[in-house]
């Protein structure tokens, strides 16, 4: 111990809280060890996977992160891999930078300009297995996980650079998304944070991706911040997965896990379009977690039909976008884009319309104009509890003070504008 005039210095404390924070900042010759991306870093990465040709990620058996590191260089390299995507390149597939906002949690992370590159914006976030690499810097931010995830959580992209399941990844997003808290102070929090998750599971499992704030999809005119993509996971593997959860080491008590055994529930796959997700979400979930109840509704539900209508629409089935079974109610979710308006369309619609009618089923079209009106989506609630048969119930000021903040919120996710 080294003398001072106050006493001893306690340097054999000192040196091994240096060793564990500061040397791993400065450490950039390290060897290449295990990159796991995770959190809103792997969210714009499924997002962009496949519409920006970034490297494909691949199932893995891996279930060890001892070797998970991440020093400056190597976070550079995975950077360079992951989010750096050439501008002409992305204009080859119809994206475009714009100037945008951040709209809600679900974004994610933004995208920005650097030099002839657009680039995720902020630092990298990654997985790591043990304290001594959990120190922060500038370009990365590190998650650490004790012991052995559970089979299924890794993917491997290229290289030594891997990224979590989207099973784990929405796991990891009950934090962000304001789900998971412990204390009964925030179970407010909690509840208003379960539609948030909803929709973020409905979107890994849906046959779109919401783009991250900056980047656009122009078709001439016409500008959309969704693309169009394969689905990454599904309500079933989402099950499977989280069912595994208590066997691995370190997983019978991870946070968030309560709050995704409830959402798994309300899952919904196949939406084709951000405004189908939302109106799946106000209606289909259960009062007391911000919905209007309506837990039969379906998403891109398929219809055959007899050679009589088959013959009058020229298909032998007919798709619609939401189907409310308890209420034999169809929803059609006319998008800003999706619906354009021409006469041979027009004709098409009406003709759909007839068929579907003569089926016995009632017929809701919702446009994003109609959604954006909190009265409109009460009348539909309303139409809906009459179709099947409920009594109708004065609504408290409680329930329609929860309604209208959950419809807001999802006023922003839906980024058609």
């Not at 190597?74 to 750096?84: G, I, K, P, S």
């Not at 994206?95 to 630092?123: N, Q």
């Not at 990454?232 to 080491?249: D, I, N």
């Not at 977690?289 to 007899?306: K, Y």
Request: with cysteine; glycine share 8%; net charge positive.
């Amino acid at each position: 111990m080294l003398e001072t005039g106050k006493g001893k210095f306690p340097f054999s404390l000192i040196f091994p809280l240096i060793a564990r924070t500061i040397f791993p900042l400065l450490d950039t010759t390290r060897g290449a060890g295990m990159i796991v991306l995770c959190g809103v870093t792997a969210l714009a990465y499924y997002r962009l996977q496949e519409v920006a040709g970034l490297p494909v990620a691949r199932p893995s058996q891996r279930t060890d992160l001892s070797g998970a590191s991440c020093s400056v260089a190597e976070a550079r390299e995975a950077f360079d891999l992951v989010c750096r995507m050439p501008a002409d390149e992305l204009a080859g597939h119809g994206l475009a930078f714009a100037v945008g906002t951040d709209t809600g949690p679900y974004v994610g992370t933004r995208v920005s300009r650097r030099g002839r590159d657009l680039c995720f914006s902020g630092p990298l976030h990654v997985l790591v297995g043990d304290h001594t690499h959990r120190a922060h810097n500038s370009r990365v931010v590190r998650h650490i996980w004790s012991g052995q995830v559970p089979s299924g959580s890794l993917r491997h992209v290229e290289g030594n650079v891997y990224v979590v399941s989207p099973d784990l990844l929405l796991l990891q997003m009950t934090r962000v998304l304001g789900c998971s808290h412990t204390s009964q102070r925030s179970r407010g929090m909690t509840l208003r944070g379960l539609h948030r998750l909803t929709w973020l599971a409905d979107e890994l499992c849906s046959d779109m991706a919401l783009l991250p704030s900056g980047l656009v999809l122009r078709d001439g005119e016409r500008e959309q911040r969704f693309v169009r993509r394969p689905r990454v996971t599904t309500a079933a593997e989402l099950r499977g997965y989280y069912a595994r959860f208590g066997t691995a080491e370190g997983t019978r008590a991870v946070p968030g896990l309560a709050d995704m055994r409830k959402v798994l529930a309300w899952v919904r796959e196949g939406a084709e379009a951000p405004n189908e997700i939302s109106e799946a979400v106000m209606l289909g979930l259960p009062t007391w977690a911000g919905g209007m109840g309506h837990d039969s509704i379906e998403l891109q539900v398929s219809f055959e039909l007899d050679r009589e209508n088959a013959a009058l629409t020229g298909t032998r089935s007919c798709r619609v976008d939401l189907f409310v079974r308890a209420s034999n109610c169809a929803l059609e979710s006319d998008g800003r884009f999706d619906h354009v308006r021409t006469p041979d369309g027009v004709v098409r619609d009406q003709t759909r319309d007839m068929v579907l009618r003569s089926l016995g089923m009632h017929l809701e079209h919702v446009t994003w104009s109609n959604f954006r009106s909190f009265d409109f989506v009460l009348q539909l609630n309303r139409r809906l509890c009459a179709l099947r048969g409920s009594r109708r119930r004065k609504v408290s000021e409680r329930t329609l003070a929860r309604w209208r903040e959950v419809h807001a919120d999802l006023l922003d996710v839906n980024l058609v504008r």
